[in-house]
């Protein structure tokens, strides 16, 4: 079983930028795709950013192309998420999630206990 705590959360501005990361343990998540999702009060998780086993592929959903950046290094057996030009509506608790395959087309997997992130306007 992978365990995932997330970290780097916070309070920000809006316009300033934040790093989220997220380290696996108890396995190695270099095989299996990774994740970041968030949930704002009041709303369901929605997925942020996804990022399969080697990198090469990444999802963005349309409300942060082009702001934030999922990466990942498997040495280290950590994924991160920078958050740039952060806005207002980007406040919500920020969750890692591994997934039991190489792709974000499998189930399973495993999900921190998240990381807040507020920012102000």
């Known amino acids: 079983q992978v365990q995932l705590v997330e970290s780097g959360g916070g309070l920000v501005q809006a316009g300033g930028s934040l790093r989220l990361s997220c380290a696996a343990s108890?396995?190695?998540?270099?095989?299996?795709?990774m994740g970041w999702f968030r949930q704002a009060p009041g709303k369901e998780r929605d997925v942020v950013a996804r990022i399969d086993w080697s990198g090469g592929n990444t999802y963005y959903a349309d409300s942060v192309k082009g702001r934030f950046t999922i990466s990942r290094d498997n040495a280290k057996n950590t994924v991160y998420l920078q958050m740039d030009s952060l806005k207002p509506e980007d406040t919500a608790i920020y969750y890692c999630?591994?997934?039991?395959?190489?792709?974000?087309?499998?189930?399973?997997?495993?999900w921190g206990r998240g990381t807040q992130v507020t920012v102000s306007s």
């Open positions: 108890g396995r190695t998540v270099s095989y299996v795709a």
């Open positions: 999630r591994s997934y039991a395959g190489s792709t974000w087309y499998t189930s399973g997997g495993s």
